[in-house]
């Protein structure tokens, strides 16, 4: 697929599931991407900050090979290399990564994200050619470690109103404070633990994508 393919198969996503292989309640990652698949996720974040690169790119053959069958988008956090070395379809960038400018360079067909927690990195995002953001941390939350300071729900539409990207939330969003999210315009939610931690992945993907949906209908 070229970038406009993958931007236009983002347009269709509403739950957005990072993995995290440490809040898995001892499955794998393989494992999880399985029930996101199965709830019918159209996209998934592979995230893992404790292996090491070559751990990640032999990780991300395997769910290239489980997304490509089912149709779903392959994201890579931080690392453009694996990306393009597996044929994924984008990156996702922190504020301490490459900049999106210079993973354009690099990648001119991949999906870019950015992070970003202010106005602010959000516009130098869309500036440099960021195809979506992320918008966050909202909530206290166990996967930004050392951070203490969330934006609330508050900051969502402060920030999008002023780029016109996509973007997705997250950060400590879960079932039960979703709708915080949602009322402030958010449709596409990052989640980790509220999926990888659940008992059955496939229904709560599928039950979260019900709830947001809910809302995009309003």
Known sequence: MDRQERKALFEQVDIYPVTCQRLSAGRTDLEVVDGIIRGGARIVQLREKEISAREIYRLALELRKKTAEAGVLLIINNHVDIALAVDADGVHLGQDDLPVEAARKLAPELLIGASTHSVAEALQAWDEGADY????????????????SFLGP???PEISSRV???FTVMGGIKAGNMD???Q????RIAMVTEITAAPDIAETVGSLRKKIRGWSAV
């Open 133 to 148: 953001i992320n918008i966050g941390p909202i909530f206290p939350t166990r996967t930004k470690e050392g951070i203490h």
């Open 154 to 156: 508050e900051a969502i």
């Open 164 to 166: 016109l990207l996509p």
């Open 180 to 182: 915080q999210v949602l």
């Open 184 to 187: 402030k315009g958010a449709r």
